[in-house]
């Protein structure tokens, strides 16, 4: 055990660090009453697929970045390397217990071995953190060495510590809105993270996948999440111990949106990010399309880059990433904002989730298939088809040459519509027609 004055020394900044977390985020987020309503479980990684594809588009963007849920916002800061990163979720669980406890075993962990080490109970060696991290070896293959050189006794005891400090630190803390209920909900947060993500593999997988996307060097670093090198986990560590990531529990279309543009514009800083996730499409149900031009309306509220990118994942069958600019989104939302959600998730959102997975070749089908899917009348799988004989000639048009060609090619179809009006949105974005001047 270490001295109590090296204890002290290495539990001094922690507690600053935490101390000013917890008073940026109570000042911008929802009242309390209100933001423990919607306590759930932790989200220790995502389900959403081809993220690092876009990771990318984020390079150099500066400013501040702004986003939910948990790993991924580290991943867009390595890329981003913003002024300041702010993760702003609706499930207090998320900013105000797993961030900050994820941030003390951060600080004190020097290396990507380290940490590790700490999550599993065990330790790890810098080679095998290499093997697994970057993908060398299956992750199976390098935890079963792990476990099987550490015993159950030790694994456990360094296991309860970290219970513990959950407990002690960072569950006694919370208000006392924070009933006894949810306080033994995230007790079990470690049993969690323990079998459903670390050994299983799923917690590593934004890490692993530039490995498996890419061959070359440069591909892997255009792709690499927060733990996929060093440099990326050293410079998320250092955000975290200087203070520059924040966080605050609130909706991402509520009333925290103006207290953050407040705090932002005080600070002379502008959004260049933000990382909207799947919000609006969860268990509760696909929200109306009114619902996202309103969010995207909010979301202008803050001070932005003239190039602000959103970062969104969607799709009915897989969620998968997609990369549009704050403007495109306003107008795409402003557009589709009375069309049926079937219309919308048929023949938008569904193409552009084939459009990210497969490639341009798949979108055209992928539209008919939407068509055929809300029995549309027979003009609009005309026109997808007259679209498809000759792709070079629609690509030329402006988005009023675009309708006179559509009616000349399939005559009876509504341009008021809301089929014609998706259609027109999805080739669009996709690149099949030019996009509108802002």
């Not at 990433?321 to 904002?337: D, E, F, H």
């Amino acid at each position: 055990m270490a001295p109590l004055c090296t204890w002290l020394l290495l539990a001094t900044p922690v507690l600053a660090q935490l101390a000013h977390y917890d008073r940026t985020l109570e000042a911008l987020s929802e009242p309390v009453a209100t933001r423990w309503q919607h306590f759930g479980s932790p989200y220790f990684s995502t389900n959403e697929k081809l993220l690092n594809r876009f990771y990318s588009r984020f390079d150099g963007a500066g400013g501040v970045t702004v986003g939910v849920s948990f790993q991924q916002n580290f991943s867009l800061l390595v890329h981003a390397k913003p002024q300041l990163c702010v993760i702003f979720d609706y499930n207090p669980g998320v900013t105000e217990i797993l961030v900050p406890f994820m941030g003390q075993l951060i600080a004190e962990s020097a290396t990507r071995r380290d940490f590790l080490s700490t999550l599993l109970g065990a330790g790890i060696t810098a080679d095998e953190t290499r093997q697994m991290l970057e993908g060398q070896s299956p992750v199976t293959t390098v935890l079963t060495a792990v476990l099987e050189r550490t015993t159950p006794e030790k694994r456990n005891l360094l296991l309860d510590h970290l219970r513990n400090l959950l407990r002690d630190r960072y569950l006694a803390r919370l208000p006392a809105a924070a009933t006894p209920y949810i306080r033994k909900q995230a007790l079990q947060w470690i049993d969690i993270l323990e079998t459903q993500e670390l050994l299983t593999g799923t917690f590593f997988a934004d890490a692993i996948a530039p490995y498996q996307l890419a061959k070359d060097p440069a591909g892997q670093r255009r792709m690499a999440g927060w733990l996929s090198t060093e440099e990326n986990y050293a410079m998320v560590r250092n955000y975290w111990i200087t203070g520059r990531i924040i966080g605050i529990t609130g909706d991402i279309s509520g009333s925290s949106v103006g207290k953050l543009a407040a705090y932002l514009r005080n600070l002379h800083l502008q959004v260049s990010t933000l990382y909207i996730s799947n919000v609006g499409l969860s268990i509760e149900g696909h929200f109306p399309e009114t619902w996202f031009r309103d969010l995207y309306a909010t979301l202008g509220q803050l001070p932005l880059t003239a190039g602000a990118l959103t970062f969104i994942s969607q799709g009915p069958w897989k969620l998968t990433g997609y990369v549009r600019s704050l403007k495109m989104a306003q107008w795409v939302y402003g557009t589709l904002a009375d069309v049926p959600e079937q219309t919308a998730i048929r023949l938008h959102e569904a193409p552009l989730e084939i459009l990210t997975q497969l490639g341009p070749i798949s979108l055209l089908p992928a539209i008919r298939r939407g068509l055929t899917d809300i029995a549309a009348p027979a003009p609009y799988l005309e026109l997808v088809q007259q679209i498809q004989k000759n792709p070079a000639a629609v690509s030329a048009l402006k988005a009023d040459q675009f309708l006179d060609w559509a009616m000349q090619y399939a005559p009876g179809i509504d341009a008021n519509s809301p089929i014609f009006r998706t259609i027109r949105v999805t080739l669009t974005e996709a690149g099949f027609l030019p996009q509108p001047g802002f």
